[in-house]
């Protein structure tokens, strides 16, 4: 074969580039009027729906949260209103429960019963004794009242409190004198007196 036999080389067609911003298959401009959207394909409406489903699905899942928290707002505002109901029907029968009559015992440090005298101002001043802060001193040895609970001389006092009863509370002792306590029975001095 000669080199005239055989075929010139390939060379690719030059491409005819009438405008060059121009690529082949590309709409540079459509008519709203006549241009048809194409129908969205099969992936697409699946994509959409599952879009759809996600957004409802959140949606519902905030309502039914809000609505959890108003609902627990509302039970924790009834409990609280159901709390303070209760502490004070809870005060009040524990007001209307207090005894107009409170039996008072005189009783030693070690909480042993003893004769009221021991618990009278004037008594406890006419014997070397003072009066302070609710208690009695008598030679060395503090005495003060036991207010409702039980017990007879020389035994340990059995209940009671040493707090003072609400004012309009009348007070008496073992021997039936009634006792005058001013404030909280803790301040000032207290009188006694046989009734």
């Known amino acids: 074969m000669t080199d005239n036999d055989r075929p010139p080389p390939y060379e690719a067609p030059e491409p005819e580039d009438d405008?060059?911003?121009?690529?082949?298959?590309?709409?540079?401009?459509?008519?709203?009027?006549?241009?048809?959207?194409?129908p969205p394909t099969l992936a697409e409406q699946r994509a959409r729906q599952e879009a759809q489903r996600r957004a409802r699905?959140?949606?519902?899942?905030?309502?039914?949260?809000?609505?959890?928290?108003?609902?627990?707002?509302?039970?924790?505002?009834?409990?609280?209103?159901?709390?303070?109901?209760?502490?004070?029907?809870?005060?009040?029968?524990?007001?209307?429960?207090?005894?107009?009559?409170?039996?008072?015992?005189?009783?030693?440090?070690?909480?042993?019963i003893v004769d009221d005298d021991y618990c009278d101002d004037d008594y406890a001043r006419s014997h070397g004794g003072y009066v302070s802060g609710g208690?009695?001193?008598?030679?060395?040895?503090?005495?003060?009242?036991?207010?409702?609970?039980?017990?007879?001389?020389?035994?340990?006092?059995?209940?009671?409190?040493?707090?003072?009863?609400?004012?309009?509370?009348?007070?008496?002792?073992g021997q039936g004198k009634t006792v005058q306590r001013g404030g909280l029975g803790v301040g000032g001095g207290g009188k006694s007196g046989g009734s």
């Open 135 to 173: 208690f009695i001193y008598i030679g060395g040895t503090s005495y003060r009242y036991n207010y409702g609970g039980t017990g007879a001389v020389g035994q340990r006092v059995s209940g009671g409190s040493f707090v003072a009863p609400p004012s309009g509370t009348t007070v008496k002792t």
């Open 19 to 38: 405008t060059p911003d121009r690529r082949s298959g590309s709409i540079s401009y459509q008519d709203p009027r006549s241009t048809v959207p194409r």
């Open 57 to 112: 699905d959140a949606e519902y899942a905030a309502a039914a949260e809000a609505e959890d928290q108003r609902k627990k707002r509302k039970r924790i505002m009834i409990g609280a209103g159901v709390t303070v109901g209760v502490v004070g029907l809870v005060a009040i029968l524990y007001a209307a429960s207090q005894p107009d009559e409170v039996t008072a015992h005189c009783v030693n440090p070690e909480g042993v």
